[in-house]
């Protein structure tokens, strides 16, 4: 029999890494699920990529630690307020510098020790928050650094990086979430989240909920005060 194919799957705990997990569950690949602790300023999501995992059958989940306090710079690992005046032009403070560069490093170091030759990440250009690591040229170009980076990369057995999400509205992901059967009510979007509560004031929230309006389903969330 056929061994079934590997899938490193960057599992966050949100709804866009949930709906690419499901996506790479529904093509039949074998999920390596990988999540970063990075000492995030909402670790809740850890919680949430667990429940994700487990309901998705992955074969590992793996929690990484990589403390990018250390590093700081974001909103999200550093001494800094969350905006919470609602999406506004421009890159915000909530961006964690090279997360996502750093991040598939890290899980094309482990496709390439697991046999793994497919990376997934929930990336998105539409409904995002202007972050540069949520582009198409980024995913290309660390596409094309993986295949000259790697032993497996230049004996030419390739890495493909898959962004399933790259041209979808947060109302497309909803619904696809939703057709996946997945439970939405599991995935945990909020970057600063109040007794275990979705704030409804930060962006990723804002952008959570527009997308559940715009999509005509109801929203699982429970938020402190939800998005208007």
Request: glycine letters at 10%; hydrophobic letters at 40%; one cysteine or more.
């Amino acid at each position: 029999m056929a061994e079934t194919e590997k899938a490193v799957v960057l599992l966050s705990g949100g709804l866009d890494s949930m709906v690419v997990g499901g996506l790479a569950r529904e093509a039949g690949l074998g999920i390596v699920a990988l999540t970063v602790d990075y000492n995030q300023r909402h670790q809740i999501e850890l919680e949430a990529a667990a429940k994700i995992a487990a309901a998705l059958g992955a074969e590992r989940h793996i929690v990484l630690p990589l403390d990018l306090t250390k590093f700081g710079g974001s909103a999200l690992t550093d001494d800094i307020d969350v905006p919470k005046d609602g999406v506004q032009p421009g890159i915000p403070v909530t961006y964690v510098p090279a997360r996502n560069t750093i991040f598939l490093s890290l899980a094309l170091g482990l496709a390439e020790a697991s046999g793994a030759r497919r990376l997934h990440i929930g990336v998105n250009a539409l409904d995002y928050s202007g972050y540069p690591d949520c582009r198409p040229d980024f995913i290309d170009q660390f596409e094309a650094l993986a295949n000259i980076a790697t032993r497996a990369g230049i004996e030419d057995d390739r890495f493909t990086v898959h962004a399933p999400l790259l041209h979808m509205t947060k109302a497309d992901i909803a619904r696809e979430a939703a057709r996946l059967g997945l439970d939405a009510g599991m995935s945990w979007s909020c970057y600063d989240p109040q007794d275990g509560r979705h704030c409804g004031s930060c962006d990723s929230c804002r952008l959570r909920a527009k997308g559940f309006d715009e999509a005509g389903l109801p929203d699982p969330t429970a938020y402190v005060v939800r998005p208007a």
